[in-house]
């Protein structure tokens, strides 16, 4: 079945941030697939690269659960905007997710999709 970026991104959405199930944002991926996020100061609890689908539920689930990083989200306050490229692979999502307690934290992903499961995608943020 093939998905719409739109449906991809909601689910990458729900599976991290939202659920922060680890497991399912690992299935989102293709068995090859990468994530990198290459703002991230060396030593971060979220690696800069994670490749595999069981690096990337190991340390995305790392993440998940380092307390720094667990403020809920405020889906009410939250936005982004979602942008088609000339590649049908490719699309990039601006968001500004607030959190429930206070803060809220800008970023940029870039996604390359192969077959509906997500083949590489590149989180620009600085934490």
């Not at 093939?2 to 991809?8: A, L």
């Not at 399912?24 to 293709?30: D, G, H, S, Y």
């Not at 539920?57 to 982004?80: E, K, N, W």
């Not at 699309?91 to 500004?96: K, Y």
């Amino acid at each position: 079945m093939s998905r719409t970026h739109q449906e991809i991104f909601e689910r990458y959405v729900h599976a991290g941030p939202i659920s922060r199930d680890p497991d399912a944002v690992a299935a989102l991926f293709t068995p090859d697939g990468v994530f990198e996020a290459p703002l991230l100061p060396a030593g971060h609890a979220l690696p800069r690269r994670l490749s595999g689908r069981e690096e990337i539920r190991t340390g995305i689930g790392a993440f998940h659960h380092h307390p720094a990083f667990q403020g809920a989200v405020d889906l009410a306050r939250s936005r982004y905007v979602l942008h088609e490229t000339a590649d049908p692979d490719v699309f990039i999502v601006e968001t500004d997710t607030a959190f429930v307690a206070a803060g809220e934290i800008s970023l940029v992903q870039i996604f390359r999709i192969r077959d509906g499961e997500i083949a590489l995608m590149r989180d620009y943020f600085a934490a």
